[in-house]
């Protein structure tokens, strides 16, 4: 029996008007009404307490574990407080602490029996490779791209892409991810202009990485001025692929960066055969070194190289996951640490094929446990965890608004349920998060003070239609192969 086809997507919102309304969506007020008004967290997201949304002030009632990663605001490397409030006013953190008072009007929700800490920063991924998800099980990254990501990513059309773009961004979201970095590939202005719009829709705080092919500062400032800078948690880096055939290009990579005052973003050694290419000789060439540099992998480094990256405050991305499933090697992260590198992790997309930060995580730490056979080396889980929220702030420079429950900063923040069969009972909570943990413990997630996910759900998400319309554009794609 021929099954009824499935539905085209709506059609896409115009660029100026998507994004208009996210700037007034951001900016609306959220306060309730005249009296405080108290949620229980665990509300399916689409009562009437979700008109909440349009709330400025919320305050996080009772926690029964805040981990700040704050040691000033609260105990230990993490900052942890037990039994403590969150105040989140016009998207910061407002205070934290214990019986916090709840300001007129505000959105009380309760968060009794539930663990808060701030939101997971991805500080590498390809989205839209979620096309490709599970594919190319056998390869290495060589035969990855050969066989999955070079042959569908001539394929794309701009309405495939943004539902592969939202499916994948919605789903690190869901996941806990609240600020994410994207390496695109992706080169026609339609393609970008699509990719962005699908990025701005979920709310997620992101920085669009773009590598141009060729030298074209014209495009690439074109991209950032008229689709990135005008999403309020949208920001810009330019991406490359450091070796020495393509120094000019590289070159040209940089001066475009330094001109428009963001980062250059480099793929850097992930497989022992790119030593050829000498990308850490080509970026020390171009002038690249120094603290707007980003570097994603770089396993195969030498003494002397990390050593060079660590003076010169180069950032770093681990990607374990990536790495382990293409076979790549193992980050020298101790050798990282000790010299002071400041990174953070990856789920790197499509060869990551979920966006489970809790089992990026556990690969943090049993990787380098398995290449050791040392259960203290590092990373331990305090570690892990701030490398999954302030270490990936600090690698991409932007510790001063995120990354941290610090009164100040950007409210990002997740809330996890360890009320669970996979978490239950209580032992050792933050261990838990790490070694139990998955995706359907995030309870709730906040972006800028906005809540994106409330009591397990997404929030305005049709989840379903975002599955569909996926699947049918993955479709179409294979019928033109």
């Given at each position: 029996?021929?099954?009824?086809?499935?539905?085209?997507?709506?059609?896409?919102?115009?660029?100026?008007?998507?994004?208009?309304?996210?700037?007034?969506?951001?900016?609306?007020?959220?306060?309730?009404?005249?009296?405080?008004?108290?949620?229980?967290?665990?509300?399916?997201?689409?009562?009437?307490?979700?008109?909440?949304?349009?709330?400025?002030?919320?305050?996080?009632?009772?926690?029964?574990?805040?981990?700040?990663?704050?040691?000033?605001?609260?105990?230990?490397?993490?900052?942890?407080?037990?039994?403590?409030?969150?105040?989140?006013?016009?998207?910061?953190?407002?205070?934290?602490?214990?019986?916090?008072?709840a300001?007129?009007?505000?959105?009380?929700?309760?968060?009794?029996g539930?663990?808060?800490?701030?939101?997971?920063?991805?500080?590498?991924t390809?989205?839209?490779?979620?096309?490709?998800?599970?594919?190319?099980?056998?390869?290495?990254?060589?035969?990855?791209f050969?066989?999955?990501?070079?042959?569908?990513?001539?394929r794309?059309?701009?309405?495939?892409l943004h539902?592969?773009?939202?499916?994948?961004?919605?789903?690190?979201?869901?996941?806990?991810?609240?600020?994410l970095?994207?390496?695109?590939?992706?080169?026609?202005?339609?393609?970008?202009?699509?990719?962005?719009?699908?990025?701005?829709?979920?709310?997620?705080?992101?920085?669009?990485?773009?590598?141009?092919?060729?030298?074209?500062?014209?495009?690439?400032?074109?991209?950032?001025?008229?689709?990135?800078?005008?999403?309020?948690?949208?920001?810009f880096?330019?991406?490359?692929?450091?070796?020495?055939?393509?120094?000019?290009?590289?070159?040209?990579?940089?001066?475009?960066?330094?001109?428009?005052?963001?980062?250059?973003?480099?793929?850097?050694?992930?497989?022992?055969?790119?030593?050829?290419?000498?990308?850490?000789?080509?970026?020390?060439?171009?002038?690249?070194?120094g603290?707007?540099?980003?570097?994603n992998?770089?396993?195969?480094?030498?003494?002397?190289?990390?050593?060079?990256?660590?003076?010169?405050?180069v950032?770093?991305?681990?990607?374990?996951?990536?790495?382990?499933?293409?076979?790549?090697?193992?980050?020298?992260?101790?050798?990282?640490?000790?010299?002071?590198?400041?990174?953070?992790?990856?789920?790197?997309?499509?060869?990551?094929?979920?966006?489970d930060?809790?089992?990026?995580?556990?690969?943090?730490?049993?990787?380098?446990?398995a290449?050791?056979?040392?259960?203290?080396?590092?990373?331990?889980?305090?570690?892990?965890?701030?490398?999954?929220?302030?270490?990936?702030?600090?690698?991409?420079?932007?510790?001063?608004r995120?990354?941290?429950?610090?009164?100040?900063?950007?409210?990002?923040?997740?809330?996890?349920?360890?009320?669970?069969?996979?978490?239950?009972?209580?032992?050792?909570?933050?261990?838990?998060?790490?070694?139990?943990?998955?995706?359907?413990?995030?309870?709730?997630v906040?972006?800028?003070?906005?809540?994106?996910?409330?009591?397990g759900?997404?929030?305005?998400?049709?989840?379903?239609r975002?599955?569909?319309?996926?699947?049918?554009?993955?479709?179409?794609?294979?019928?033109?192969?």
């Amino acid at each position: 029996m021929q099954s009824a086809p499935t539905p085209p997507p709506a059609p896409a919102p115009s660029r100026r008007a998507l994004l208009t309304g996210l700037g007034l969506a951001a900016a609306a007020p959220l306060a309730l009404g005249v009296t405080a008004r108290t949620t229980p967290l665990g509300q399916p997201a689409d009562q009437p307490d979700q008109s909440a949304q349009a709330g400025r002030t919320v305050l996080l009632r009772g926690a029964s574990l805040v981990l700040t990663m704050d040691p000033a605001v609260g105990s230990g490397p993490l900052g942890a407080i037990e039994n403590a409030d969150v105040l989140m006013q016009n998207g910061t953190i407002a205070a934290v602490g214990t019986a916090l008072q709840a300001p007129r009007g505000a959105w009380v929700v309760d968060a009794s029996g539930k663990l808060a800490l701030p939101g997971f920063v991805d500080t590498h991924t390809h989205l839209w490779q979620a096309v490709i998800r599970g594919g190319c099980t056998d390869r290495d990254l060589f035969g990855w791209f050969q066989g999955c990501t070079d042959p569908q990513r001539g394929r794309l059309t701009p309405a495939a892409l943004h539902s592969f773009v939202r499916l994948a961004a919605l789903d690190a979201v869901q996941s806990g991810v609240t600020t994410l970095v994207d390496w695109v590939d992706i080169f026609s202005y339609d393609l970008v202009e699509s990719y962005v719009r699908a990025l701005a829709a979920t709310g997620v705080r992101f920085t669009y990485a773009m590598f141009p092919p060729k030298p074209d500062a014209v495009l690439v400032k074109k991209v950032k001025k008229e689709l990135v800078d005008p999403v309020p948690l949208g920001s810009f880096q330019v991406a490359t692929h450091a070796a020495r055939a393509v120094q000019d290009l590289n070159r040209a990579h940089w001066e475009a960066a330094q001109d428009m005052g963001v980062m250059l973003n480099s793929h850097v050694l992930e497989r022992p055969e790119q030593r050829a290419d000498d990308p850490i000789g080509v970026l020390t060439d171009i002038g690249a070194l120094g603290p707007r540099l980003l570097i994603n992998h770089a396993i195969h480094l030498t003494d002397d190289e990390i050593a060079a990256v660590a003076a010169h405050d180069v950032r770093a991305a681990h990607c374990p996951l990536s790495n382990m499933r293409l076979a790549s090697g193992i980050m020298r992260l101790s050798e990282f640490r000790r010299r002071g590198v400041k990174f953070g992790l990856g789920l790197d997309g499509g060869t990551n094929d979920s966006s489970d930060f809790h089992a990026l995580m556990k690969t943090a730490i049993g990787l380098q446990r398995a290449r050791t056979t040392d259960a203290g080396v590092f990373p331990q889980v305090d570690d892990v965890l701030r490398m999954a929220t302030l270490g990936g702030a600090e690698a991409l420079g932007i510790a001063d608004r995120v990354g941290s429950l610090t009164p100040g900063k950007r409210a990002d923040l997740v809330v996890i349920d360890p009320a669970a069969l996979n978490f239950a009972p209580r032992f050792d909570w933050v261990g838990q998060i790490v070694f139990n943990g998955r995706p359907e413990n995030i309870d709730a997630v906040f972006v800028d003070g906005r809540a994106l996910k409330l009591g397990g759900r997404l929030v305005e998400v049709d989840t379903d239609r975002v599955v569909r319309e996926a699947e049918a554009a993955a479709t179409r794609l294979r019928a033109t192969a």
